[in-house]
């Protein structure tokens, strides 16, 4: 089979279907791996579709973004894992900024430290940390509807009289040139500033999002240290070059 050919049934299955695994390509096309692996990659300096572990995905609008109850339900066992290393972070005696968002909220249900204070922008993070008996800080502003996430110029006023140990921060996408980015230029704000004011920060993203990018930048990779559940040999290698990436171990 030409190379077109091949390239056209991984481009004609994307548009059916979210993901295809590089087997079910080899199965369809005969071609070996190590062709297939070509062709994603390929496909994806053509800005055709996006590589993900053990296979592609199909691209994203830019400006897309999905409601909280959405996302709660995408990925769950990936952001589980994510968080429980995220978790394995907390020291005794930090003080931690805790982003708005679907895997931070995971976050929160695996801390075991007490002797922690949280600041956080996400309106659904304060029951929970609340219950857990977490002294927690909320950030003023404005309230997100879709996202639960307090944003504008409040909130980055208000953000910008605390100071963190750590800081774990959403986000959208994670790309080797492009950095972080978020669809939002107001949640972009908040993160940044949380991102500045931590000692150290952690941005937790599962692998479907690497190597996406999304509307609005929110830093460098340098400045922040991945985690993410599984990730591709040779796409951590890129990403190390840059920043540190903590993989959950498998």
């Known amino acids: 089979m030409l190379t ?3 390239q056209k049934i991984i481009l004609d299955l994307l548009q ?5 695994k590089i087997q079910e390509l ?29 296979g592609a995905s199909r691209l994203h609008q830019k400006g897309e973004e999905l409601s909280i109850q959405e996302k709660s339900s995408h990925n769950l066992t990936k952001k589980k894992e994510i968080a429980e290393l995220a978790a394995s972070i907390i020291e005794d005696g930090d003080c931690i900024y805790i982003d708005a968002g679907t ?15 949280v600041v ?20 003023g502003g404005y309230m997100k509807p879709k996202t639960g996430a307090i944003v504008g110029s409040k909130a980055v006023e208000s953000l910008s009289s605390y100071y963190f140990d750590k800081a774990f921060i959403g986000a959208n996408g994670a790309h080797p040139t492009a950095g972080y980015t978020t669809p939002d230029p107001e949640e972009a704000n908040v993160k940044q ?26 830093a460098d990779l340098k400045e922040a240290t991945i985690i993410t559940n599984q990730i591709e040999k040779d796409v951590k290698t890129t990403y190390e070059q840059k920043t540190t990436v903590m993989v959950v171990q498998q």
Not at 46 to 51: A, G, I
Not at 103 to 117: A, E, M, R, S, V
Request: net charge positive.
């Open 120 to 139: 956080t922008n996400g309106f659904a993070h304060i029951q929970i940390l609340t219950e857990k008996g977490i002294p927690t800080y909320v950030v």
């Open 193 to 218: 500033l949380a991102i500045k004011q931590s000692r150290q920060a952690y941005v937790l993203i599962d692998d479907t999002k690497m190597n996406d990018i999304t509307f609005i930048k929110i």
């Open 4 to 6: 077109p050919e091949r």
């Open 16 to 20: 059916v279907q979210e993901i295809v």
């Open 26 to 54: 080899i199965d369809i096309t005969g071609a070996s791996e190590s062709t297939i692996r070509r062709d994603l990659s390929q496909l994806e300096q053509e800005k055709k579709l996006k590589r993900v572990h053990g």
């Open 103 to 117: 895997t931070t909220l995971q976050l929160i249900t695996k801390i075991t430290k007490k002797n922690i204070t």
